[in-house]
């Protein structure tokens, strides 16, 4: 019987001759590739199929695999049963076999998702709990006080007509600190636009946060960015973009740079189950799962996106689902239990880095606000669902109750904290109102190392104008310009 066709890896060959009779019909141990959706490196091999070197043999070699032709040595004996029922076309995983039943798929286990906490802030299972300090406990906590305080005084402002655009981040206050906590400085961060809590706990300052929004002289982006488009370079938070999903290719590309740097770090991408419809998530998964970057890919699936309820977003089991697709260990979490975001973004973390492997993580969580200030949620879900979810299944009210039940936070706590939170929102809030726009010679800055001679001219030219037509041209609100 001839031996199997074209797609049967064959990477170890008798050198003996044809002379040798013993071993010429020897079989060795059949070697295939284990590939990453059963979880194991892709350099952990099975057995190897050896055949005896022959002149009518022909081999057709790739860059990681070896075939013999259907044309190759039709004397050779027949494999085993089992390895004839395998399926070995190149692009077959090592976990594929042939049927004579035509069936289609359709019916897939659902992924589980994942809690520490109970809705009333019990540990369900005492293994689980990560037990974290005092000292953490209490800062992610005060966190995400001071990021209600002032997503309030905010979005009220932005209602003021005081700043131009706003979004607010009631009810995924866990997916945050949860994730915050279990990064370090050293990894690269890429927001979408609801982050805002990430960054402060890094340590972004709420002057910095209120000089953004107002778009002053202070702002780290020189007035060029909209409202809650936050980035810093020391906290090693890229700068935000307004459309959907283009951080995601980028975090792929800056994890491939840190792994090729042998750094010991991830870049942490995050970004919403409407951007995964994107098709810039696709390329990125792939990519990233190619190349074993180490990228951590964090979907905060709140079930609207902008405002497209998920069942018309997509039939299949979520996001999680498309991580095992494309080949990556994945995992689905209550993203409104902080523990439980935390836990699997520190153990994600691992993986990425001493793995070298993308993971995917989809947080289940609920948005209780607008998706901005230009939006009306009521024109795509009723009041009262909004109204159940704040009563029942506040990340806030679950993580207090635990952090109460451990004696680390009282009443008395929650009421000065909140006092002092406002205080200091409403100081930096007033600081950056009074402050200037960015001097109009910002215009010309942050693309050439050395501006060019035509933008030089063009500054120029702007100069004379603005002196010869200052009615206007009224730069009075800005700062002045920089020579």
Same mark, same amino acid.
């Given at each position: 019987?001839?031996?199997?066709?074209?797609?049967?890896?064959?990477?170890?060959?008798?050198?003996?001759?044809?002379?040798?009779? +013993?071993?010429?019909?020897?079989?060795?141990?059949?070697?295939?590739?284990t590939?990453h959706?059963?979880?194991?490196?892709?350099?952990?091999?099975?057995?190897?199929?050896?055949?005896?070197?022959?002149?009518?043999?022909?081999?057709? $070699?790739?860059?990681?695999?070896?075939?013999?032709?259907?044309? %190759?040595?039709?004397?050779s004996? %027949?494999?085993?049963?089992?390895?004839?029922r395998?399926?070995?076309?190149?692009?077959?995983?090592?976990?594929?076999?042939?049927?004579?039943?035509?069936?289609?798929?359709?019916?897939?286990?659902?992924?589980?998702t994942?809690?520490?906490?109970?809705?009333?802030?019990?540990?369900?299972?005492?293994? /689980?709990?990560?037990?974290?300090?005092? /000292?953490?406990?209490?800062?992610?906590y005060?966190?995400?006080?001071?990021?209600?305080?002032?997503?309030?005084?905010?979005y009220?402002?932005?209602?003021q007509?005081?700043?131009?655009?706003?979004?607010?981040?009631y009810? /995924?206050?866990?997916?945050?600190m949860?994730?915050?906590?279990?990064?370090?400085?050293?990894?690269?961060?890429?927001?979408?636009?609801?982050e805002?809590?990430?960054?402060?706990?890094?340590?972004?300052?709420?002057?910095?946060?209120?000089?953004?929004?107002?778009?002053?002289?202070?702002?780290?982006?020189?007035?060029?960015q909209?409202?809650?488009?936050?980035?810093?370079?020391?906290?090693?938070?890229?700068?935000?973009?307004?459309?959907?999903?283009?951080?995601?290719?980028?975090a792929a590309g800056?994890?491939?740079?840190l792994?090729?740097?042998?750094?010991? @770090?991830? %870049?942490?991408?995050?970004?919403?189950?409407?951007?995964?419809?994107?098709g810039?998530?696709?390329?990125?998964?792939?990519? @990233?799962? $190619?190349?074993e970057?180490?990228?951590?890919?964090?979907?905060r699936?709140?079930?609207?996106?902008?405002?497209?309820?998920?069942?018309?977003?997509?039939?299949?089991?979520?996001?999680?689902?498309?991580?095992?697709?494309?080949?990556?260990?994945?995992?689905?979490?209550?993203?409104?239990?902080?523990?439980?975001?935390?836990? @699997?973004?520190?153990?994600?973390?691992?993986i990425?880095?001493?793995?070298?492997?993308?993971?995917l993580?989809?947080?289940?969580?609920?948005?209780?606000?607008?998706?901005? $200030?230009?939006?009306?949620?009521?024109?795509?879900?009723?009041?009262?669902?909004?109204?159940?979810?704040?009563?029942?299944?506040s990340?806030?009210?679950?993580?207090r109750k635990?952090? /109460?039940?451990?004696?680390?936070?009282?009443?008395?706590?929650?009421q000065?904290e909140?006092?002092?939170?406002?205080?200091?929102?409403l100081? %930096?809030?007033?600081?950056?109102?009074?402050?200037?726009?960015?001097?109009?010679?910002?215009?010309?800055?942050? +693309?050439?190392?050395k501006?060019?001679?035509?933008l030089e001219?063009?500054?120029k030219?702007?100069?004379?104008?603005?002196?010869r037509?200052?009615?206007?041209?009224? $730069?009075?609100?800005?700062?002045?310009?920089?020579?």
């Amino acid at each position: 019987m001839p031996a199997p066709a074209a797609t049967r890896r064959w990477l170890a060959r008798s050198s003996s001759s044809t002379t040798a009779s +013993v071993t010429s019909h020897r079989l060795d141990k059949l070697r295939v590739r284990t590939p990453h959706h059963q979880h194991q490196p892709h350099h952990h091999h099975h057995h190897v199929l050896a055949l005896p070197s022959s002149s009518s043999t022909t081999t057709t $070699t790739t860059a990681r695999r070896s075939y013999v032709s259907p044309s %190759a040595n039709p004397a050779s004996p %027949a494999p085993s049963a089992t390895l004839q029922r395998q399926v070995s076309f190149p692009g077959a995983t090592s976990g594929s076999f042939y049927t004579e039943s035509m069936e289609f798929a359709r019916n897939y286990p659902t992924i589980p998702t994942y809690r520490v906490l109970d809705l009333e802030g019990n540990v369900i299972k005492p293994s /689980e709990d990560p037990k974290l300090t005092k /000292e953490t406990c209490v800062k992610m906590y005060n966190c995400m006080i001071t990021l209600n305080v002032m997503d309030l005084i905010l979005y009220e402002a932005q209602r003021q007509g005081r700043i131009s655009f706003y979004m607010t981040n009631y009810g /995924e206050e866990a997916t945050h600190m949860g994730t915050a906590a279990a990064l370090t400085m050293d990894d690269v961060l890429f927001g979408q636009y609801r982050e805002a809590g990430v960054l402060l706990y890094r340590g972004f300052t709420l002057d910095q946060f209120m000089n953004q929004c107002y778009s002053n002289d202070h702002d780290l982006g020189k007035g060029r960015q909209m409202p809650v488009h936050y980035g810093s370079r020391a906290l090693n938070f890229q700068t935000i973009s307004s459309p959907l999903a283009t951080q995601i290719p980028q975090a792929a590309g800056a994890a491939y740079a840190l792994k090729r740097e042998k750094k010991q @770090a991830v %870049a942490a991408c995050f970004f919403g189950e409407g951007a995964a419809s994107e098709g810039d998530f696709h390329a990125a998964l792939n990519i @990233a799962a $190619t190349v074993e970057a180490p990228v951590l890919f964090f979907c905060r699936n709140n079930g609207y996106a902008i405002s497209t309820p998920a069942k018309e977003q997509y039939r299949g089991d979520g996001i999680a689902s498309r991580g095992h697709g494309y080949g990556m260990d994945t995992i689905r979490v209550d993203g409104n239990d902080v523990l439980a975001v935390y836990n @699997a973004t520190k153990a994600a973390r691992e993986i990425a880095v001493k793995e070298s492997r993308p993971v995917l993580i989809e947080a289940l969580t609920y948005r209780i606000s607008h998706h901005s $200030t230009s939006d009306d949620s009521s024109a795509y879900r009723p009041k009262k669902e909004v109204a159940d979810w704040m009563k029942h299944d506040s990340p806030m009210a679950r993580f207090r109750k635990y952090i /109460e039940a451990q004696g680390w936070w009282s009443d008395e706590q929650e009421q000065t904290e909140r006092k002092n939170a406002r205080k200091a929102v409403l100081a %930096a809030f007033a600081a950056a109102e009074k402050r200037p726009k960015p001097s109009v010679s910002e215009l010309f800055t942050d +693309v050439y190392d050395k501006l060019p001679w035509h933008l030089e001219e063009q500054k120029k030219e702007l100069d004379v104008l603005l002196q010869r037509y200052p009615d206007h041209y009224d $730069t009075s609100a800005h700062a002045p310009m920089k020579q």
